[in-house]
């Protein structure tokens, strides 16, 4: 009765191992690297022998490789996972707070036909079946008063190129174009020209024809 | 002799009877009047506005998105706050107004959330009337415009408060009001409601 539990608990455990303690890396050669594949490999019908006297104060090994010609199979890599390293029953690290960036005189376009971001605050907006607060100001009603820059004229143009007189439906959900920007340093640097095309223009004249 | 004495009696036992008679009468007004500043507090909560499910159920959940619910310096506006004027007069005419709740909440008038929605223009409707005719004092309970800095503020607001367009300036009636350009700042706006506002000259 009691063999067979642990032969199963025993075999998971020695699976486990060197996932569990991966705290520690060691190099070792190309040639045991493949001599502990095949073990691995053969692991699965291992024998309660084995298996009840799991080798767990064995330091884990991990993969390793000093070959330049197989890059990737073998080298230690420790990757973060979204936390950090940070085990688990600790605390995450505290993220840095950003603020949404503001500016009233909106933010720079990248390239032509980018849909600009938004510069203030959409906290309040609503955006639901019901209605879209973002046209109390950005619609052609009410955008001179409320002293913002109406949306353009590819704004009316349906996904058949008909040009509406209200806003076209495929505009309607507005954030799925315009976003609001945090003030942060990119993480990857961006090296992305702008063209110089005037897409814009050559869109309207599809439309006008 | 004792008809005299008795007429003096009789006089001094109805001077005692009016004396206590308003004594009484003060002490039970003082009572009634308490107990009834006590209800009229005691409606004034908001507690006692979401004990009907009408409120609880639609309003309360959308004020909970909102700013007046939370916000950067924890200071949270409650349904009397932004619905029951605060001084005594406006105070008992808008609990007489409202006492019509109360007929709707026995008819079921907005019983449930379909029928809520069906009936919230109408309720809008009243209700931005109400503060326009008020030049918003309740809001204006909390939000005086001579503390407000402009320069503080996102350019986008400072742009629409600029006081000389709108306000009771040099003494002239002020031709705009908070809400006129401030609804649904607390609860889900009703569709079509822009138009609506427009063609009863509510809306800005």
């Known amino acids: 009765m009691k063999k067979p539990l642990l032969t199963i608990v025993g075999t998971l455990m020695l699976l486990q191992s060197p996932f569990a303690m991966a705290e520690e890396t060691v190099t070792i050669s190309l040639k045991d690297f493949n001599a502990l594949k095949s073990l691995c490999s053969s692991l699965k019908g291992a024998t309660a022998t084995m298996a009840t006297a799991p080798t767990r104060t064995k330091k884990p090994v991990v993969v390793a490789s000093s070959k330049a010609d197989t890059p990737d199979i073998g080298k230690a890599v420790k990757i973060a996972s979204l936390r950090g390293f940070h085990a688990l029953d600790k605390e995450a690290k505290e993220i840095e707070k950003k603020k949404q960036f503001k500016s009233g005189d909106g933010i720079k376009r990248n390239w032509e036909l980018q849909p600009p971001s938004i510069p203030h605050s959409i906290e309040k907006d609503r955006i639901t079946l019901k209605g879209n607060t973002c046209l109390k100001c950005h619609s052609k009603a009410n955008h001179e008063k409320e002293k913002a820059p109406v949306f353009s004229k590819s704004h009316y143009i349906t996904r058949n190129m008909k040009v509406l007189d209200k806003l076209s439906p495929r505009r309607y959900f507005c954030n799925q174009c315009h976003t609001p920007q945090a003030d942060v340093d990119p993480l990857v640097k961006n090296s992305f020209k702008s063209n110089t095309i005037k897409l814009d223009n050559r869109l309207m004249d599809k439309v006008e024809k | ?204």
């Not at chain 2, 979401?50 to 949270?76: A, D, F, K, P």
């Not at chain 2, 919230?120 to 503060?131: C, G, V, Y």
């Not at chain 2, 309970?141 to 742009?159: G, I, V």
Request: aromatic share 8%; charged share 30%; hydrophobic share 35%.
């Open chain 2, 1 to 204: 002799m004792m008809q005299i004495k008795n007429l003096k009696s009789c006089q001094r036992m109805a001077g005692f009877f009016i004396k206590s008679t308003l004594l009484i009468g003060i002490v039970i007004g003082i009572i009634l009047w308490g107990g009834f500043n006590w209800t009229l507090e005691l409606t004034n909560t908001e507690q006692f506005c979401i004990s009907c499910h009408e409120m609880e159920e639609n309003v309360y959940q959308e004020l909970q998105e909102t700013v007046h619910w939370s916000n950067r310096t924890g200071v949270r506006a409650t349904c009397p706050d932004c619905h029951v004027p605060k001084d005594w007069s406006h105070k008992i005419i808008r609990k007489i107004q409202a006492s019509n709740e109360i007929f709707h909440k026995l008819m079921g008038t907005i019983d449930t959330p379909k029928k809520f929605e069906e009936h919230r223009l109408e309720l809008a409707l009243h209700e931005w009337k109400r503060m326009k005719d008020s030049n918003s004092r309740e809001c204006r309970n909390c939000h005086q415009f001579k503390s407000m800095d402009l320069e503080k503020q996102d350019e986008r607001s400072a742009k629409r408060h600029d006081p000389h367009v709108w306000e009771a300036m040099d003494g002239k009636t002020p031709s705009k009001t908070c809400i006129d350009c401030h609804k649904g700042i607390a609860h889900h706006l009703a569709k079509g409601w822009e138009e609506a506002a427009k063609k009863a000259g509510l809306q800005d």
